[in-house]
């Protein structure tokens, strides 16, 4: 977006939205939200006149562990018919759920779902909030920061039942030196 593309949106989101925190990024603009201020801001960019953001490109959850309200769902917008883009943001705590957006972009319905099952953002008034990628009985959400890297379970092959079965990981024998490989001499060290 050009500089004075950039300058007009501000205007305009400064006017409209003033209880808002607006903020430049990199040839971008982004609005911080609060949860109970979602659905009316993302309605007013919808179909408020100047803006014209037709199109919810994409949403992702995002954690941030050292935060006072650690989860973030950020939310990118597009006005094709004038060539706008912005960011709105919305910050909360693991007990505070996020108002679904699919009244207002129906698209917001596998994204939500799938920030819910990888970050364990919750949405009220979703429709059908389950998990999308994991598998239902997964316990806890992959992408957030304390997630541990191995996982917490692991699949093995057990001879006495001739099965696949599920067993809690052992971390005592993940933790591999760099400088030893398996069955082979260790790097060279200079």
Same mark, same amino acid.
């Given at each position: 977006?050009?500089?004075?593309?950039?300058?007009?949106?501000?205007?305009?989101?400064?006017?409209?939205?003033?209880?808002?925190?607006?903020?430049?990024?990199?040839?971008?603009?982004?609005?911080?939200?609060?949860?109970?201020?979602?659905?009316?801001?993302?309605?007013?960019?919808?179909?408020?006149?100047?803006?014209?953001?037709?199109?919810?490109?994409?949403?992702?959850?995002?954690?941030?562990?050292?935060?006072?309200?650690?989860?973030?769902?950020?939310?990118?917008?597009?006005?094709? +018919?004038?060539?706008?883009?912005?960011?709105?943001? %919305?910050? /909360?705590?693991? !007990? $505070?759920?996020?108002?679904?957006?699919? =009244?207002?972009?129906?698209?917001?319905?596998?994204?939500?779902?799938?920030?819910?099952?990888?970050?364990?953002?919750?949405?009220?008034?979703?429709?059908?909030?389950?998990?999308?990628?994991?598998?239902?009985?997964?316990?806890?959400?992959?992408?957030?920061?304390?997630?541990?890297?191995?996982?917490?379970?692991?699949? +093995?092959?057990?001879?006495?039942?001739?099965?696949? %079965?599920? /067993?809690?990981? !052992? $971390?005592?024998?993940?933790?591999?030196? =760099?400088?030893?490989?398996?069955?082979?001499?260790?790097?060279?060290?200079?």
């Amino acid at each position: 977006m050009t500089p004075e593309k950039l300058e007009n949106l501000a205007g305009l989101v400064a006017e409209k939205f003033p209880n808002l925190t607006v903020e430049r990024e990199i040839e971008a603009l982004v609005l911080r939200v609060e949860p109970e201020q979602l659905i009316e801001t993302m309605t007013q960019l919808r179909d408020g006149a100047g803006f014209d953001f037709t199109m919810m490109i994409d949403l992702a959850g995002v954690h941030y562990p050292d935060r006072e309200k650690p989860l973030e769902v950020v939310y990118q917008l597009l006005s094709v +018919k004038k060539n706008h883009r912005i960011r709105v943001k %919305v910050s /909360v705590d693991e !007990d $505070t759920p996020v108002p679904s957006i699919i =009244p207002v972009w129906s698209c917001a319905d596998w994204w939500e779902r799938e920030a819910y099952d990888l970050v364990g953002i919750r949405f009220s008034g979703h429709p059908d909030l389950r998990r999308l990628l994991n598998e239902y009985d997964f316990d806890g959400h992959p992408l957030r920061k304390d997630f541990p890297l191995s996982g917490r379970i692991e699949m +093995k092959y057990d001879e006495k039942s001739g099965r696949v %079965v599920r /067993v809690p990981l !052992d $971390t005592s024998r993940t933790k591999l030196d =760099p400088f030893k490989r398996p069955g082979r001499e260790p790097y060279a060290q200079s």
